[in-house]
Structure formats: C-alpha cells, structure tokens
C-alpha cells in the first residue's frame, strides 16, 4: 500500500481497491462520499485545475469550509501537481493577502461560502469547487517523492507564522508511520474536529484514513456539552484532539455505552500533562495515545504504542525518523534522562521554509537534524518526554528553571484547573516565574497555597514570585497557550 510516490496516487489507489471502493469515505457539511465518489471528485477538481493553467508546482490557497467537497479539493490540487495551502478562515483576508504574497501563492480555490474572502486577499481570479462538479478527469501521472504538495503555516508559537514546504516524500512518511503506530484500518471511523490548515488537520486526519480505505467524519465544530451525544451517533473508532478538548470534557458525563466504539483518543499538537492525561482517561475509560510532532517534521515524530504508553511522555520515534536529545547549541548527546534540545533527523523533514529567510527564529535543519528548540529527555527505552522550550527557560539569578516543571507541581494543587509558568524581569534576579492559574469551578486559588506546594516539590528559586489567577488562558489556536502575552502582562506588573 505505502510503496506509492505520490499522496493522490496512494488515496486514488486505495479506492480503486474493490472492497473498498464502495466503502464510506468522507461525511461532512451535510455531504457523504463513498471511495469512488471521492476519486472522481479529486480527479475533477484536478482536471479543472489543469485545464485552466495550473502548473506543476504552482501554489494553490484554498478558501473553504469544513466539507467533503474541501476535503476533495485538498487532494485534487496534489493530484493536478499543485501545492495546497489551506487558509485559516479566522484571519482577516488582508493578512492572508499579504502571507500568501510573501509565500507566492498565485492561485486560490474557493467554496460558495468563502469566494468572497478569497476575491478580498487581491490576488487575481479565483476557481470555484462548485465547477469541478462538470470538469473533466485529469490528474499528473508522473508525481514523484521530491515534488512539493503542501505549504503549511505554523501557528506562530515562536512570534511570527512561517510557511512550511512540504514534498510528497514528507507526506508519505508520515503516513506510514502514523498508520502503522496507531494501526488504522478500513474498518475504523475517525472524528476529525481539528482545523484543515493544520497539520494535523491534514496529515493524520485527511491523509492517514483515506490512505488506509478507513472513513472519516468531519464535526463543522467542537462542543463540550454535546460531544458525547454526537460520539453515540457518530460511533467513530478513534479520536484526536488536543489537551484542551479532553480537559473541557471532564465536566460532562458520557451516557452509558456512548463511547463503546471507541478503541483509542489521541492528544497532539499541545501539551499533556500526567495528571490531566489520567483523569481523562478514567473518565473516557479507554487508553490516550499522547504524541509529540511539529509542522517543520511534516506532522507526527514520536507517538506512545497503544499497549505500551507510558504517561507523562510523548512515546517513541515512528518508523523513518530518528529522535535525539542534544546539547544546545552542539551536536553531543546528553546521557539518558538528561534534559537537552529535542532534535529529529529522517524523511519527514521539511523542504523548507518559504520564504527562506523567515528562518532564523524558529526550528532549522543544522548537519541534517532539525533543531526544534523543544526541551526535552529521552530515557533508556527511547521514550521522549518533552518539558519546555530553550526560550521559555527562566533564568534566575544564573539558574535555569524549567517553568514545564513548575506547571506540574501547580497542578497538583486540586483546586487549580490549568495554568502557565513565565519569566517576568526582576532587577536583582534577572527574571522570576510569575505563575498564571485558571480555577476549578467552584474552587478559590491561593497564591501562598501555590507557593508552598511548589516549595515542597521542587526548589525555593522555582517557587513563582506571583500567582495571578485568569478566567482563561489566552491561546495562539490548536490549544497553545500564548505564553508571549502572558510574558507581556507578567512584565507589565
């Protein structure tokens, strides 16, 4: 299945598979597409695309909502040799305008609902899905590993949203390894509630499914209070989200035998703490596949094995990539358990970024490792747990403090329900970490409480110089938190 040299090739494969083709494949935006259905909509998409110009290698932005048919434009922009980049419908269309310049995408592809957004980023004409439905069928037959297929924007989590290249090679490595980790077959039905210009959007929950002949079914948008019932409905296999979905969800009861079809939930693309990754999976009563991965390493890099996770980390390198933990600033290994710079060598790296003199403040491939700037510690049995960033460390008066350690230790406290640590200036010390908590409901922080459960935990120098308590922690999307205004409020005290 996995020795194809394109995405399109490898999707369009899988449904011309006879027991597969008539299978469910996507439901979405009211709109269900067996596996035939969705190889002629791509193949018509592609065609469309081809007969007006497209080019191989062009850049394609898609304006669209979270539908089969955007689902369908996604690959058939690959398999017409072009480059998707999926925009996120939050932004104002002058910042996509101007992103979109900077990175060349000169063609852009709507749905009804978002040709209007798409006219406003001033790029020229824009093709309508809608005119798919009567193009003819023509793909590019000739896609190789090496050709671009994707351009991903990055959340922005180092102060500035960088456009990530991506080859069909990355593509399909990331789907072998997820595929094979989490062991997907046609038989599963995966939710897919995470955003399409993410990804994890794209990659694991587009990719991987139609890839493996399983079927996916796309939620318009996550609700807490009614997402037991929809899973009672829905019955997918697996889910994934994010920290901050699983944490919401604690405060709603699932009916009984409402989760029975599920085998695993998995959590990426934010932080997971042990103590929350065990409250949610008393309360979902099955097992929570943490894993850690970056735009920059296509998607996934390391993934915790079903039947052998260990909580508190984010697992093992998947097949094809290499994981190791360095020194920062060199290429030495640190000893097992030792905390250094998370770097990932393998065919998931990025091509690059575009334009590629955005790249000084943010991951970069160095001798052919990319170093994420992620702190983290690898144990004997290759086990990575990640626990900050090399710029989020507090140096206080010549002492590195991890404010992950510090955020863990807050934790332990039953009446704070999430919180973030940062530096805050400080004239004889340099900086001290200033603690923001947000509350259980119906609980009352205390900040000495805070205070002398840090103390006894960890060391006075990591005990928060203030504790200030927020309804909610502001995030940057995908259940980040944006630890750059908090920097900013805790400096402004």
Not at 164 to 187: C, Q, Y
Not at 235 to 246: D, E, K, L, N, S
Not at 258 to 273: D, K, Q, V, Y
Not at 471 to 485: C, M, N, Q, S, T
Request: net charge neutral; proline share 6%; with cysteine.
């Amino acid at each position: 299945m996995f020795d194809a040299a394109s995405i399109p090739q490898l999707v369009l494969a899988t449904a011309r598979d006879p027991a597969i083709r008539a299978r469910p494949a996507l439901r979405a935006g009211g709109r269900s597409l067996d596996y035939a259905a969705l190889a002629d909509a791509v193949m018509r998409v592609s065609g469309m695309l081809l007969d007006r110009g497209l080019r191989r290698g062009e850049r394609v932005a898609l304006f669209a909502g979270r539908t089969a048919d955007a689902a369908a434009g996604f690959l058939g922009i690959l398999a017409a040799g072009g480059v998707a980049n999926v925009s996120d419908p939050r932004l104002p269309p002058e910042e996509v305008g101007q992103r979109l310049r900077s990175a060349d995408v000169r063609w852009r592809l709507a749905d009804a609902g978002h040709a209007e957004i798409a006219a406003a980023t001033a790029l020229g004409p824009v093709a309508r899905l809608e005119d798919a439905h009567s193009a003819p069928r023509r793909i590019v037959t000739d896609l190789t590993p090496a050709d671009d297929a994707v351009l991903l924007s990055t959340t922005g989590s180092t102060g500035i949203s960088k456009a990530v290249l991506l080859t069909h090679g990355n593509l399909l490595s990331n789907t072998l390894g997820v595929a094979e980790r989490t062991g997907v077959t046609p038989e599963d039905r995966v939710l897919h509630m995470m955003p399409m210009h993410h990804t994890n959007g794209v990659n694991n929950l587009l990719i991987v499914p139609l890839a493996c002949g399983a079927s996916v079914v796309m939620l318009e948008r996550f609700h807490a209070a009614t997402f037991f019932d929809e899973i009672a409905a829905l019955r997918p296999t697996y889910i994934t989200g994010v920290a901050t979905h699983y944490s919401r969800l604690l405060a709603h009861t699932p009916p009984r035998g409402a989760l029975a079809s599920l085998r695993f939930a998995r959590s990426g693309s934010a932080p997971l703490t042990a103590l929350l990754h065990r409250e949610v999976e008393r309360h979902l009563g099955i097992p929570l596949i943490h894993s850690y991965g970056l735009s920059e390493a296509t998607c996934t890099v390391a993934m915790n094995p079903t039947a052998a996770r260990k909580i508190g980390t984010v697992g093992t390198a998947l097949t094809g990539q290499s994981v190791a933990v360095f020194m920062p600033a060199a290429e030495t290994p640190v000893a097992p358990g030792a905390e250094g710079e998370i770097c990932i060598a393998g065919p998931s790296l990025m091509k690059g970024y575009v334009p590629p003199t955005v790249s000084g403040d943010g991951p970069s491939i160095r001798n052919g490792w990319l170093r994420t700037g992620d702190l983290g510690s690898l144990d004997a049995e290759g086990y990575l747990t990640v626990s900050g960033r090399l710029k989020e460390i507090i140096i206080r008066g010549g002492e590195n403090l991890s404010p992950g350690r510090i955020e863990e230790a807050i934790l332990h406290d039953p009446a704070v329900r999430s919180c973030c640590v940062v530096g805050a200036p400080d004239p004889n010390l340099g900086e001290v970490p200033v603690a923001f908590v947000v509350a259980q409901a119906g609980s009352t922080v205390h900040e000495r409480a805070i205070q002398e459960r840090v103390r006894s935990e960890l060391t006075r120098a990591c005990v928060p110089a203030r504790v200030v308590v927020l309804d909610a922690l502001p995030e940057i999307g995908v259940g980040k938190v944006d630890r750059g205004a908090l920097k900013r409020l805790a400096s402004k005290a």
